[in-house]
């Protein structure tokens, strides 16, 4: 099943009995904000807007097969290499200052410290 119907299904759940705090780690609802264009479950490309963030940690920038690139991602992706932690916590906080022509220019960025964190744990534990 899909990451984002999971996480969609949990939030309705606890909602519903009022336990938000206790379904999900905060690197996970940090994750919310990226669901509706990415997933974190190894392999699952269909239907997603933006690249499989599975392995992102470590992973070569823009390398996704079949994912189609913005050309300032591909141009990035030659200067920088691979995403480390320090890189990858600079575009989640300012993807435009970081990628400037980025496809993700809608989104603004995470600036809290302590929810970019946990969404970084998150992540390298995906």
């Not at 916590?89 to 400037?100: G, K, L, M, Q, T």
């Not at 960025?109 to 970084?120: E, I, P, Q, V």
Request: neutral net charge; aromatic residues 8%; charged residues 20%.
């Amino acid at each position: 099943m899909r990451f984002a119907i999971t996480a969609a299904a949990l939030l309705v759940s606890a909602v519903a009995d009022g336990s938000a705090q206790e379904v999900r780690d905060p690197g996970e609802r940090a994750f919310l904000q990226c669901y509706s264009c990415h997933s974190v479950q190894a392999g699952e490309t269909k239907g997603l807007q933006g690249p499989n963030l599975s392995g992102i940690v470590g992973r070569p920038i823009a390398a996704q097969p079949g994912f189609k690139y913005s050309p300032a991602m591909r141009a990035f992706a030659k200067e920088q290499g691979f995403w480390s932690p320090a890189l990858l916590d600079r575009f989640i906080a300012e993807p435009e200052h970081v990628v400037p022509g980025t496809a993700m220019s809608g989104y603004p960025g995470l600036a809290d410290n302590h929810a970019r964190k946990a969404l970084m744990e998150f992540l390298k534990s995906h």
